[in-house]
C-alpha cells in the first residue's frame, strides 16, 4: 500500500504563494506517477498537474500553466505542488495521488492511492 500525507494548505491573500507537499510512506514513490488533483465547491475534481515516474514529463492544467509548477523528490519520498499568483478561482481541496509506472501519467483513472486533501483558500 501506499500511504499519501498532504500539508501547506491554508489561507492566502490573492498574489501570493503557498507550496503543497505530498509525503508517502509504505512504498518509495521512483516507480509511480505522481498527480495533483483539486475539488472547488459544487464542482467535480479535476486534474492540476502530473509528473511521470521519472520526473521527465509533466503535464498542467491550462488554468495553471505559468503559474503552478509540479515537481518530486525521490530521498525525500516527497512530491510538491508550488502554487504562485494565486486567484481566488484557485480556492479548492488540493489532492495528491500516485499512480503505477505503467499506466497513463495524463490520466486520472490511472491514479489509485490518494492523499487527505488539503484546503487551499485564496481571497481576494
Known amino acids: 500500500q501506499v500511504h499519501l500525507v498532504e500539508s501547506g494548505g491554508g489561507l492566502v491573500q490573492a498574489g501570493g504563494s503557498l507550496r503543497l507537499s505530498c509525503t508517502a510512506s509504505?512504498?518509495?514513490?521512483?516507480?509511480?506517477?505522481m498527480g495533483w488533483f483539486r475539488q472547488a465547491p459544487e464542482n467535480e475534481r479535476g486534474i492540476v498537474a502530473a509528473i511521470d515516474y521519472t520526473g521527465s514529463r509533466i503535464h498542467y492544467a491550462d488554468s495553471v500553466k505559468g503559474r503552478f509548477t509540479i515537481s518530486r523528490d525521490s530521498a525525500k519520498n516527497t512530491t510538491y505542488l508550488q502554487m504562485n499568483s494565486l486567484k481566488p478561482d484557485d480556492t479548492a481541496v488540493y489532492y495528491c495521488?500516485?499512480?503505477?509506472?505503467?499506466?497513463?501519467?495524463?490520466?486520472?483513472?490511472?491514479?489509485?492511492?490518494w492523499g487527505q486533501g488539503a484546503q487551499v483558500t485564496v481571497s481576494s
Open positions: 495521488a500516485a499512480g503505477p509506472y505503467y499506466a497513463d501519467y495524463e490520466d486520472p483513472n490511472g491514479y489509485g492511492y
Open positions: 509504505g512504498r518509495a514513490l521512483s516507480s509511480y506517477h
